[in-house]
């Protein structure tokens, strides 16, 4: 597609669910980055994939969250045991390559995560 | 470590007014420096970026000079409109990831 898909743009779940996060970066781009922001601050790194491999995955929080992103296109956040403090918007970025330090994001819309 | 430190907002102007948005920088190596906009509704965008020290990215009418002795890359409009108002997110990338400052805030009335 023409920019980074992220679905669903919303997604509303119960305390100790399970949720799973979809991103379609820009066709082409080898790299792939999770970030997650809440209310007020900056995007918090989360993730970054290479090609299929996680090259960083320093960010995530704990072992309830881990990423794939098997064919190196599409990649999923999936979520474990959610709790409350998970809310907050998870955003997807993809940018041509990750090597150089004068690349780009683009960035999805978001995917809206509210835990109950 | 790497972290970006930008002023809080919100900032409120007046249509045609001056702006500036400070932000300065902690960085180990030869970061690139960058502003990315959140309008209302949307995704974050790129606005402008710098990839080396004296060098000023421009973009809108918006300007930011990456100043290595000071490490800083303030963001600057002349003359704001109605259209400005969004989230600015200064950041900077190391290589192989990206740190965010928390956002300002602008809102122009007419």
């Known amino acids: 597609g023409a920019g980074v898909s992220q679905t669903p743009s919303n997604k509303v779940t119960e305390k100790g669910k399970y949720v799973e996060l979809r991103c379609d970066p820009i066709?082409?781009?080898?790299?792939l980055y999770w970030y997650r922001q809440s209310l007020g601050q900056g995007p918090e790194f989360l993730i970054y994939f290479q090609g299929t491999g996680a090259a960083d995955d320093s960010g995530l929080p704990n072992d309830r969250f881990f990423a794939v992103r098997p064919e190196g296109s599409v990649s999923t956040l999936k979520i474990q045991r959610t709790e409350r403090g998970d809310s907050a918007v998870y955003l997807c970025a993809s940018s041509l390559t990750a090597v150089s330090n004068t690349g780009e994001l683009f960035f999805g819309e978001g995917s809206r995560l509210t835990v109950l | 470590g790497n972290s970006v430190t930008q002023m809080e907002g919100p900032v409120t102007l007046s249509e045609e007014a001056f702006l500036t948005i400070n932000c300065t920088y902690t960085?180990?190596?030869?970061?690139?420096l960058f502003w990315y906009v959140q309008y209302p509704g949307e995704g974050l965008q790129l606005l402008l970026k710098?990839?080396?020290?004296?060098d000023k990215g421009s973009n809108k009418g918006f300007e930011a000079t990456y100043r290595k002795e000071t490490t800083s890359f303030h963001l600057e409009k002349g003359s704001v409109q109605v259209s400005d108002s969004a989230v600015y997110f200064c950041?900077?990338?190391?290589?192989?990831?990206?740190?965010f400052g928390t956002g300002t805030s602008l809102t122009v009335i007419p």
């Open positions: 066709s082409g781009h080898t790299a």
């Open positions: 960085a180990t190596g030869y970061p690139s």
């Open positions: 950041a900077l990338n190391t290589g192989n990831q990206f740190y």
């Open positions: 710098a990839t080396k020290a004296d």
